[in-house]
C-alpha cells in the first residue's frame, strides 16, 4: 500500500492511468479537478488522450465534455484539444491549444461564472455527470480524501458524478492536510446562510467526504503542476500599482475604509502582482489585512510573511516555481494563515458582499463608459474566460479595473468608445486604472464618466481620437444618456482589424 | 394634535408643505421617499418645484439631487424636472419629463442596481445627503415611524440626512402598521448574515427608528398614490405566460424544480401580470408557492387570496387602482401574508442565491448570444433603468427574460445581432421567452444558443435576416466563440434610425 492511500479497499483500486482513462468513453462528461494550473490530474487526461487517438486512428468517433475548476495546463487541456478529444468546454480555459479550437469552431465553450459552476453542475442544468477525476493529496484510512493544490469545484464533482477516478499525487506535500476548509450547504430551498463573518473563519472540514463504493479506480502519481513564472515587474505595472495604492489611501483619509481596509480580490496576472509587491515594499501603515480572492499568489506570500495579511481565503494556489517551492516548503507555517475552500464558497456573492471586498482585475477593453470585456479580442474571438471576475466585481465593496492603457507595442487601445463584448456593466464597474492614472467612477453619470476616462486613464496617443468620438456623439447621439455613433463605434477595433493598429496614424 | 401624529415633539413641528420646501437649497441633496408610484412625498416636492421656478424666474440659480428608492410620480419628478429643478437623478425613474431632459442632457442620471443604492450613500460614495423627505403612514407616541405603501432606500436617507421632512399621509390605511419589516445590518466589517430563510422571515421590526431631533418639519397630507391600470392582457402576453409556465412544469417534470416551484421574482408590467394571472386562471398543481420580489402587483394578490401563494417579500406596492383599492381594504387580512422590507433587503443577492429566485423580467432587446439591454433605445437614449433586474438575474436560480418578439408595430425586432447597450451579460441569462417560444440558454456555447434564439424567440419576418447575419458572421468573423461582423452588428439599429423599421423590405 502506498503512503498516501490509507484505505484497504481503494488501495485495492490502484491502477495504471492507462486502465483508468480505459473506462472514459465517447459521450462522458467529465470532471476534473484543476484550477489555475494547480491540483489536475496529471496521469489519466494524457492516457485519456492517447485513447481517444488511437480511436480517431480507427476512424472512430471520440470526444467528451471537460468540466474543471478553471484553466488547468498542457498535460489536460493541452493534450484533450490537441487530439480533439474535447467536445464542451467548461467553464474556463486558459490553454493556446484549446482556445485556437473554440475560436476555430471545433470546441463549444461555455463560459460561465466560476460561482455558478455548483448550482449548474448540482442541479443538472449542464446533464449527467459521468466521472469524476480528481488529483488528492492523501486517501485516510476512513475513506476521506485529503484535497490537493486547488478546491475548485471538486466537491460537487465528487458528489454527482457517477463513478470516480482519484489521482493520489505524492509531489503534493503530505503536510498540506488541515489547509483545506470544505463545507456543503443544504439543497435548495433548504439553504442555510455561509457562516463566515471574516476570510479565515473555517466552517467545514479539511477533507473531502465521498460514498467509496463509486470509485472505480485509484492512480499514483508523483509530478509537479504547471507553475507559471511571473514576469519581473516594469514600470507600467509599478505605476498602476502606485495608483491603485494612493487610492486606498485616499478612501481612508476619506474616511470611506477603515486603516485595515477590506478583504482583498486581486486577479490573476503581473499587474496584480505588482499591486501586492507595492503593499509589501511600501508597508501599509496597518496590519492584519486580509485576502477574500480566487487564487494564492507568490505577494500574498510576502504580505504573509511580513505580517501585512492576517490571513488568506483562495480556492487555489496560483504561484511561481519558486513561490510553489517555498509554499511546499513552509506548508506547516501557513496552515493557520491560508484557507483553500470550494469556488462556489471562495467566490460566494454572500460571502464578497457580506464582508466587503475590494476587487482589482485586469481586462481586455474598457469603453468610455466604463463596461468592460474580459474575455473577447476583437468583440469574437475568445482569449480565457470571465472566471471569477464577476463574482467580485458585481459584489464588491469596492470595484476596481487595472489594465495598461495600450497593448501589442501600442497598436490596440485598451480605452476604446465601445467594447466589442461586455462582461461587466457600467453599473458594477467603479474605478478604472491604467498607468495613466485613475478614474473614479462613483455615482457619474455616463458622460461626466466619459470625460473622466479619456483624461485619466487613455494613452496620450488615442486621446485625441477617444475624445473627438466622444464630442461627436454628444453632438450627434439619439439621445445624451450615453451618446454613441453606432455607425462608428467600433472604428477602433475596424482600423485594428483593417492595418494592424487601432490608430489613425 | 392629528389622529396619525402621536409623538409631543413631532406635533410641534407640523407646518405646511411650503415652509418644509423652504428649508431645501440649491446645491442640497434629497432622499425622497417613493418606489414605482408608491409612498413618495406629495407636497413637499410640489411646494419645492414652485420655490424652484419663482427662483429661476428671478435668474437665481436652484437644483437638486434627487434620490429616491425607484420611480415615483408626476407629483415628484414631474414637478421637479418640469421647473428644471433635478441636477442629478438616482437611482432609476420612469417619468416622461424626467426622461425627456435625461435625453436632451439636462439631467445627470445615475442608473444603478437597486441593491447597491444603499451601500453608496451609507458610505458617502455619492456625498453629503442634505434632505431626507419620507411619506410615512404615522408617528408613534415614542417618535417611531409607521412605513407607507413602500420602503425603498428611506432607513437608509432618514439614517444619513443631516435633516428630516416627514410627511404624514392619511390616505394611506393606518391597519398598514405592521406589515413592514425593517432590519439594519451592522456595518462594515462587521455585518452579519441577512438572517432570511423563507421568503416570509421577519427579521426586524415594522417601524423606522429615527433621531427625532432631525426632524425639521412634519406636514399632513390626504392624498392617493399614482396607480396604473394594467392594459388587459392581450394574445401576445397570454402566449409569452403560457411558454413560462409550461417550462416551469417541464422543470418540475425533469426534477430540477420542487413542485412548490422556488420563490418568484417577477418584474413589473403587463407581461408580468399575464404570468400570475395565468398561475392563478390555470391554477398551478400545488399550494404554498412564495414571492421573493421588488413589488406587489395585482395578480399577487389573487395568488394569495386563492392560497397558491402563502406569502409575498418585496419593497412595495406596484397596484393598480382597483388593486390598491384591495389592498387597503382588507390589508388586515395581507398582514401575515405580505411582507415590505428596505429594497437592499428585498434585492438582496445574499437572499435572492440563498432561496434560489426565479426571476422575469422584461427587456428592450436581447441579442442573438443572450445579452440583454434592460435600459438604452437604440444605445444612447434612456428607457427606466436597471431597476432591480440585475439583483434577480445575477443571482436567480433560474433566469428569465420575457418579450414580445418585436416592438412599435412590428418595426422594431426585439432580438438584434448585438445589443446596443448590455446591463445582463451571456452569462447571466438563462432563459429568454417571446410569444414566438422559448429558448433555453443552460449549457450553451455561444453559437447554440443563437440558432435557439432565432428559431423559438425571433419573429419570423426577422428570422431571414438574423440567419443571414449569423450565417456569415460564422464564415467571416475574427473568431468562432461569439462569431460578430462588427461592421454591420448594429444594422438593425442603424436601419431603424434611416428608415423607422428594422426591416428591410
Redesign the interface.
Known amino acids: 500500500m502506498s503512503s498516501r492511500i490509507h484505505h484497504a479497499g481503494l488501495a485495492q483500486k490502484v491502477m495504471s492511468g492507462a486502465d483508468a482513462a480505459a473506462m472514459i468513453h465517447h459521450g462522458d462528461n467529465v470532471g476534473f479537478s484543476g484550477f489555475t494550473g494547480a491540483g489536475y490530474p496529471k496521469d489519466v487526461p494524457r492516457a485519456l488522450a492517447g485513447r481517444i487517438k488511437a480511436a480517431h486512428d480507427r476512424g472512430e468517433e471520440f470526444r467528451i465534455g471537460v468540466w474543471t475548476g478553471a484553466s488547468t495546463a498542457p498535460e489536460l487541456d493541452g493534450a484533450l484539444a490537441e487530439v480533439d478529444g474535447i467536445s ?1 468546454r ?1 467553464p474556463y480555459q486558459s490553454d493556446p491549444v484549446t482556445r485556437a479550437k ?4 471545433d470546441i ?6 466560476l460561482s ?1 459552476l455548483n ?2 453542475v448540482e ?5 449527467r455527470l459521468d466521472f469524476a477525476v480528481v488529483e488528492v493529496t492523501a486517501i485516510t484510512p476512513g475513506g476521506r480524501l485529503v484535497p490537493s493544490a486547488s478546491v475548485g469545484c471538486n466537491r460537487t464533482y465528487l458528489d454527482k458524478a457517477d463513478k470516480i477516478i482519484l489521482e493520489v499525487n505524492a509531489w503534493q506535500p503530505a503536510e498540506i492536510e488541515g489547509v483545506h476548509d470544505i463545507w456543503r450547504n443544504e439543497t ?2 433548504n ?5 463566515i ?1 471574516h476570510p479565515g473563519d473555517r466552517i467545514g472540514t479539511p477533507y473531502f467526504e465521498i460514498d467509496t463504493s463509486k470509485v472505480v479506480a485509484v492512480v499514483e502519481t508523483d509530478a509537479p503542476d504547471r507553475n507559471s513564472p511571473f514576469k519581473p515587474i516594469d514600470d507600467t505595472s509599478r505605476a498602476i500599482a502606485s495608483h491603485f495604492i494612493d487610492f486606498l489611501k485616499h478612501e481612508v483619509k ?3 475604509l ?1 486603516k ?1 481596509l ?1 478583504p482583498l480580490q486581486s486577479g490573476v496576472g503581473n499587474i496584480a502582482n505588482a499591486v501586492l509587491d507595492g503593499l509589501h515594499t511600501s508597508p501599509w501603515a496597518g496590519k492584519g489585512l486580509g485576502a477574500y480572492t480566487e487564487v494564492l499568489q507568490d505577494g500574498m506570500l510576502d504580505l504573509i510573511d511580513d505580517g501585512t495579511f492576517s490571513v488568506a481565503s483562495c480556492t487555489a494556489l496560483s504561484l511561481s516555481p519558486e513561490g510553489v517551492e517555498r509554499f511546499n516548503r513552509d506548508v506547516v507555517d501557513y496552515l493557520d494563515k491560508v484557507v483553500m475552500r470550494p469556488q462556489s464558497i471562495s467566490n ?3 460571502v464578497v ?4 471586498v475590494i476587487s482589482c482585475n485586469g481586462l481586455i477593453e474598457a469603453d468610455l463608459y466604463g ?1 468592460v470585456n474580459s474575455t ?7 482569449q480565457n474566460g ?1 472566471g471569477g471576475s ?1 463574482d467580485f466585481t ?2 464588491g ?1 469596492l470595484t476596481t479595473f487595472v489594465t495598461p492603457s495600450t497593448a501589442k507595442g501600442g497598436a490596440l487601445s485598451c480605452i476604446v468608445p465601445m467594447v ?9 464597474v ?1 474605478v478604472m486604472i491604467t498607468e495613466q492614472g485613475l478614474a473614479d467612477l ?4 455616463p ?2 464618466r466619459a470625460q473622466q476616462i479619456i483624461d485619466h486613464c487613455a494613452h496620450p496617443d488615442f486621446r485625441p481620437l477617444l475624445q473627438d468620438y466622444f464630442d461627436r ?2 453632438a450627434g ?8 455613433l ?2 462608428e ?2 472604428s477602433f ?2 482600423r485594428f ?1 483593417e492595418t494592424g493598429s487601432m490608430s489613425s496614424r
Open positions: 464542451t467548461v473554440i475560436n476555430s469552431g463549444d465553450y461555455v463560459d460561465i461564472h455558478h448550482q449548474y442541479h443538472g442544468f449542464m446533464g435548495i430551498p439553504r442555510h446562510p455561509v457562516p463573518l476619506k474616511g470611506r477603515p485595515k477590506l460566494h456573492p454572500e458582499r457580506r464582508l466587503g463596461n473577447h479580442v476583437i468583440g469574437s474571438r475568445i470571465i464577476a458585481h459584489h465593496y466589442s463584448h461586455v462582461d461587466h456593466t457600467e453599473h458594477d467603479m462613483r455615482g457619474l453619470a458622460r461626466k456623439a454628444c447621439a439619439w439621445g445624451q444618456q450615453t451618446p454613441h453606432l455607425g463605434a467600433f477595433h475596424q482589424m
